[in-house]
């Protein structure tokens, strides 16, 4: 079955960096371009980055574009994203998705940007 596992959260003070990790497994992972949402509490879902299935482009929301690097090894079946100049706005829970495979969503990891 489709999974997504996400991992690299944790607590990091404004300024810091943290590298998210996303294994998935259950489909053919190359085929895909792949996303990165976050979930702030209280707020609806949003799109973070995304990819294509080759890393031959990337898109970002405005709000991370300049700090936030999405990439991916196909060999590996696993999308990172590079967080840097963390805010406190980035806290969120933050999951990774196959775009177009379905409703299908790992269990997340949180990112809290404190001091």
């Known amino acids: 079955q489709v999974q997504f596992v996400e991992s690299g959260g944790g607590l990091v003070q404004p300024g810091g960096s943290l590298r998210l990790s996303c294994a998935a497994s259950g489909f053919t992972f190359s085929n895909y371009i792949m996303n990165w949402y976050r979930q702030a509490a209280g707020k609806e879902r949003e799109l973070v980055a995304r990819?294509?299935?080759?890393?031959?482009?990337?898109n970002y929301a405005d709000s991370v574009k300049g700090r936030f690097t999405i990439s991916r090894d196909n060999a590996k079946n696993t999308v990172y994203l590079q967080m840097n100049s963390l805010k406190p706005e980035d806290t969120a829970v933050y999951f990774c998705?196959?775009?177009?495979?379905?409703?299908?969503w790992g269990q997340g990891t949180q990112v809290t940007v404190s001091s």
């Open positions: 998705n196959a775009h177009r495979l379905g409703p299908y």
């Open positions: 990819i294509s299935s080759t890393s031959d482009w990337r």
